[in-house]
């Protein structure tokens, strides 16, 4: 029996794949739970245009992705931290939500999820990894100065 897989299902295949199994693991259990359909002709005409679809769709947000990849290091980003008089070391430390709100008015919306900052504890200049696209990241250098 195959079956279109609607979601991923471990140590048999992941979503929108097309899986031998027998009848009663099929019919009994991926199908009532919802984790598959039946593989019929007219199934897998419509996997494959939906898959179709979403290449085109992807291709369009990694281009997108790479744009904003190729601006992001030419920003000229600057975070301000508390420190002591006459000192560099840095009370607390630099948040990502301080990371994406300073890129966010320079015009780029980065969702903070995918940034990764360094341990941030003195001034000084570092760089921030951004996740844009499961395949695009790019590395932004970024500058933390008194407040």
């Known amino acids: 029996m195959n079956i279109i897989l609607k979601q991923d299902v471990e140590k048999l295949g992941f979503k929108n794949e097309i899986v031998s199994v027998k009848n009663g693991y099929g019919r009994n259990y991926l199908i009532p739970k919802g984790y598959g359909i039946l593989a019929t002709e007219t199934a897998v005409k419509v996997l494959t245009e939906n898959l179709k679809q979403q290449t085109k769709k992807e291709e369009t947000e990694i281009a997108e992705a790479n744009k904003i990849a190729e601006a992001l290091p030419k920003l000229e980003i600057v975070l301000k931290g508390k420190v002591a008089e006459g000192g560099t070391k840095l009370f607390g430390s630099i948040k990502t939500e301080q990371f994406t709100e300073i890129v966010a008015g320079l ?41």
């Open 107 to 147: 015009g780029h919306n980065v969702n903070a999820k995918f940034v990764k900052l360094p341990k941030i504890k003195d001034l000084g200049t570092y760089d921030a990894e951004v996740r844009l696209h499961r395949t695009v990241s790019v590395s932004v250098p970024f500058k933390v100065i008194a407040e």
